[in-house]
């Protein structure tokens, strides 16, 4: 069973950064393009940043100049690196394949709240 474990979440103030880590299977990893996504309360999970398998990144508007994202395959993870975080990046975040995410694949996410 495959699974994808994200941490990294927590309460930040606005303006302020934390870093995203995800975990996954080297089977999910090897050779995919990896994204980021996140839900809003009351809103559909979004993609925010992805990373093909050879280091190509893709940015939502919302997110782009502020977010980067960046996978290690020797240690089967992905990390995105937030910074000006702002209320609204308050969400769950998620990791999953891209740009078509794998319904599969779903973890539980981590929170991020961010203070005004």
């Known amino acids: 069973q495959v699974q994808l474990v994200e941490s990294g979440g927590g309460l930040v103030p606005a303006g302020g950064s934390l870093n995203l880590s995800c975990s996954t299977s080297?089977?999910?990893?090897?050779?995919?393009?990896m994204g980021w996504y996140r839900q809003l309360p009351g809103r559909q999970r979004t993609p925010l940043a992805r990373?093909?398998?050879?280091?190509?990144?893709t940015f939502a508007d919302s997110v782009e100049g502020r977010f980067s994202i960046s996978r290690d395959d020797a240690k089967n993870a992905v990390l995105l690196y937030m910074s000006r975080l702002k209320p609204e990046d308050t969400a769950v975040y998620y990791c999953?394949?891209?740009?078509?995410?794998?319904?599969?694949?779903w973890g539980q996410g981590t929170q991020v709240t961010v203070s005004s």
């Open positions: 990373i093909t398998a050879t280091g190509v990144v």
């Open positions: 999953n394949t891209g740009p078509n995410p794998n319904p599969l694949y």
């Open positions: 080297i089977n999910v990893l090897k050779g995919s393009t």
